[in-house]
C-alpha cells in the first residue's frame, strides 16, 4: 500500500526520486540501444545493397563484353560469308572461258596427241625456215586474269613462274622447311603484245605463294616490270616493279594470292622475326605469318 503524501520521509522522498531516475536511465539506454541497433542494421542493409550493386554492375560488364565478343564473331562471320560469296562468284564467271581466251590457250598449252592428230588432218604449207627468219608473232586479243606480268625490252628474257600452296584456313601457321620444298611450276599463257613487249599471264591463280623468276636469254637483258592484279575488276591492282638489268637467274617478284600481299611490301606487315633459317613477315590484325627460308 502506498504511504501518503504528508506521512513521508524525506529519506523516502529521495529514495522515490532514485528510482524514478534509475528508470528514466534504463529507459534512456534502451532507446539508445534500440537506436544503435536500428544504425547497425540500416549500415548492414547499406553494405549489402552496395555489394548487390557491385555484383550486378560486374555481371553487366561481363555480359556487355560478352555481347561485344559475340557481335565481334558474328561480323567476322559475316565478312567470310560475303568473302565466300565473292570467291564463288568469282569462280563461277572464271569457268566460261571466251572465245579469245581459248584461242589464246590453243597458242600456250604445250602440244598433246590430240592436238597432233587435228594438225595431221589439216596440214599447213609453210615456208622453208631461213637463219635470219624471226619467231612469228602472233596479234590477239587482250586477255585478262588474276596475275599479269608485263615485260618490256630490247631482249626478253626467259620467265618462270613456281607456286607454294598457302591455303586461306592455316594462314596462322609459316611455313615449314619441308613444306617451303613444295614448289610446283606454273605454265601461264604469253602473249606478245608489241615488238618489245610480253604479257606474262595467269588467269586464275589459287590461294599461295607465286614467284617469279627471270633469266637472261644469252645476254643481258634490259627490262621494265610491271604487276597488273585482277585487271579489268573492281580489284584492279597495278604495281611497277622498276627497271632490271638482268644478266642472271633472279627471283624479281614473290606474291601472296588471293591477297596481292608483295613480300618486299613491309607496310602489308605489322613486323618481322629474323633466325638462322630464314624471316618470317606477320601481321597481328589479321594472324598472317609468312615465312621464307635462306637458300
Not at 604445250?110 to 602472233?138: C, E, G, I, R, Y
Not at 601461264?188 to 586464275?204: F, Q
Amino acid at each position: 500500500m502506498a504511504m501518503p503524501v504528508e506521512n513521508r520521509s524525506p529519506s523516502d522522498e529521495n529514495l522515490l526520486e532514485n528510482e524514478s531516475a534509475l528508470v528514466s536511465q534504463q529507459i534512456i539506454e534502451q532507446k539508445l540501444q534500440a537506436a544503435e541497433k536500428f544504425r547497425q542494421e540500416q549500415l548492414a542493409r547499406e553494405q549489402e545493397s552496395r555489394a548487390a550493386r557491385y555484383r550486378m554492375e560486374q555481371e553487366r560488364v561481363s555480359a556487355e563484353k560478352a555481347r561485344q565478343q559475340l557481335l565481334a564473331s558474328e561480323n567476322e562471320l559475316q565478312k567470310l560469308k560475303q568473302l565466300e560469296g565473292v570467291m564463288r562468284k568469282q569462280e563461277k564467271n572464271r569457268g566460261a572461258v571466251d572465245p579469245a581466251e581459248k584461242k589464246l590457250m590453243a597458242y600456250a598449252a604445250p602440244p598433246d596427241k590430240t592436238a597432233d592428230s587435228q594438225l595431221k588432218k589439216a596440214p599447213v604449207t609453210q615456208k622453208p625456215v631461213q637463219a635470219n627468219d624471226k619467231p612469228m608473232s602472233v596479234s590477239l586479243p587482250q586477255i585478262k586474269g588474276d596475275l599479269k606480268l608485263i615485260i618490256a625490252g630490247n631482249k626478253l628474257p626467259e620467265t618462270t613462274i613456281t607456286f607454294k600452296d598457302f591455303a586461306l584456313s592455316r594462314r596462322d601457321r609459316p611455313f615449314s622447311r619441308a613444306e617451303s620444298l613444295r614448289n610446283s611450276k606454273i605454265v601461264p599463257l604469253i602473249a606478245d603484245s608489241g615488238e618489245n613487249t610480253r604479257e606474262v599471264i595467269i588467269v586464275k591463280a589459287n590461294p599461295g605463294v607465286y614467284t617469279i623468276t627471270i633469266e637472261p636469254a644469252g645476254e643481258v637483258a634490259n627490262i621494265e616490270l610491271s604487276l597488273k592484279l585482277y585487271e579489268g575488276t573492281s580489284r584492279a591492282i597495278t604495281r611497277t616493279l622498276g627497271k632490271h638489268a638482268i644478266s642472271y637467274r633472279q627471283a624479281v617478284c614473290k606474291i601472296l594470292m588471293p591477297d596481292g600481299i608483295f613480300w618486299d611490301d613491309n607496310s602489308a606487315f605489322s613486323g618481322n622475326m629474323e633466325d638462322s633459317d630464314g624471316i618470317t613477315k606477320f601481321n597481328s590484325e589479321n594472324g598472317l605469318m609468312w615465312k621464307e627460308y635462306n637458300d
